[in-house]
């Protein structure tokens, strides 16, 4: 089964901008959507963005849209969130995940998704 493993996490001050990367085992991905989701401190886990198998087709939450950008390079079987203008909001865990059934997830629903990494922390402070 291929294995996501996301990085690029840190912490980070109000307004600056991180990019984070979610690299795979094995070439499976470049037929599978996949998507970033964000769990903060007592909270529930929630979806930020998608992207489809060849990249041309993304969409974002109302929270993240203008400020985060998903991307996929294919060829190295990566997937990427750009963030910029970072908020306290923000802080969390940040998971990639795999989607490996038919028709678009979107909603994003984390029960949909089969595949997981384990995560990459962002700390964003005022």
């Known amino acids: 089964q291929v294995q996501l493993m996301e990085s690029g996490g840190g912490s980070v001050q109000a307004g600056e901008s991180l990019t984070l990367s979610c690299a795979a085992s094995?070439?499976?991905?470049?037929?599978?959507?996949m998507a970033w989701f964000r769990q903060a401190p007592g909270k529930e886990r929630e979806g930020l963005a998608l992207?489809?198998?060849?990249?041309?087709?993304?969409v974002y939450d109302d929270s993240v849209k203008g400020r985060f950008t998903i991307s996929r390079d294919n060829a190295k079987k990566t997937v990427y969130l750009q963030m910029n203008s970072l908020n306290t909001e923000d802080t969390g865990m940040y998971y990639c995940?795999?989607?490996?059934?038919?028709?678009?997830?979107?909603?994003?629903?984390?029960?949909?998704?089969?595949?997981w990494g384990q995560g990459t922390e962002v700390t964003v402070s005022s």
């Open positions: 094995e070439d499976t991905i470049i037929s599978h959507y």
């Open positions: 995940a795999l989607y490996s059934s038919g028709g678009l997830p979107w909603p994003l629903e984390p029960r949909r998704f089969s595949t």
């Open positions: 992207i489809s198998p060849g990249g041309s087709v993304t």
